[in-house]
């Protein structure tokens, strides 16, 4: 049986990655795991934000294994892949870590991403939860990155450009021939006073499930600002939030 997929995604900045790193920290805080974390933003930062090595990603893979292509093996070349992209795996403690690397170049890569999509459905049925940082923006969802999750987690500043980027998120993942069992909306960095989080009025109606207000964390801007890990003793003021997070996501 498939894990949970939890894909997160919002506009630059933010604080996507921070969430889903608080997210994996959460699930396996909580018994939820192994988790399998899959960083398939271009600009991978996921491996940096929670501290551990990340020894490839699959364009690297990708196009090593074009070289491969071209040349006769007599190791059938999926066989071939599957070992590889076994190496790839940053095997952690309650998780493992895969890093997708950037996009597609003007080469033709449809038999390599057939097989990626053969492996990543192979490894989501040996989790039981994986969590996805996406993208930032909405092209991802156009390439049909991802096309079943069973939560989207869109991630918006509490401002008025942060929340139509989430809106305009959530229509075009319901317009789109994929499949999304449940929205959340993530307000992040909301300031104490709650006078911006008032902003989430704007949000118009959108199938969106939840609102889940995420207070600002001094503790999180000042490991953002300086590269540091999020572990498990980080963000205090915003783990009420992340915890209420992960339960609407597992709803």
Do not use: H
């Not at 805080?29 to 933003?41: E, I, T």
């Not at 097989?115 to 390439?143: F, H, I, Q, W």
């Not at 300031?191 to 995420?214: D, H, K, M, N």
Request: proline content about 6%; glycine content about 8%; aromatic content about 4%.
């Amino acid at each position: 049986m498939a894990g949970v997929l939890i894909a997160f995604s919002g506009k630059g900045g933010s604080g996507k990655t921070t969430l889903a790193s608080l997210m994996i920290r959460e699930l396996i805080r909580s018994g939820n795991k192994p988790v399998l974390a899959v960083d398939a933003d271009p600009n991978a930062t996921l491996a940096l934000m929670l501290g551990v090595p990340c020894p490839g990603t699959i364009a690297d893979l990708r196009d090593e294994m074009m070289e491969v292509a071209k040349k006769p093996s007599e190791i059938p070349k999926d066989r071939l892949m599957d070992r590889w992209l076994a190496e790839l795996l940053s095997e952690q403690t309650g998780f493992d870590l895969l890093t997708m690397g950037r996009p597609e170049g003007p080469q033709c890569y449809c038999y390599i991403n057939g097989l990626l999509r053969r492996y990543l459905k192979l490894l989501r049925d040996n989790y039981p939860y994986v969590v996805v940082d996406c993208e930032a923006g909405m092209e991802y969802l156009s390439r049909l990155t991802v096309d079943d999750a069973d939560a989207l987690v869109l991630v918006a500043e509490p401002t008025n450009v942060g929340l139509t980027t989430a809106e305009r998120i959530a229509e075009l993942s319901q317009a789109l021939p994929i499949r999304v069992r449940r929205r959340v909306l993530a307000v992040n960095k909301v300031p104490a006073s709650g006078g911006e989080a008032e902003s989430t009025e704007l949000f118009r109606p959108a199938p969106v499930q939840a609102v889940v207000q995420v207070p600002f964390d001094g503790d999180l801007a000042r490991r953002a600002s300086c590269g540091e890990a999020v572990d498990d003793a980080a963000g205090s003021a915003a783990r009420d939030a992340v915890v209420q997070l992960m339960r609407e996501c597992l709803s």
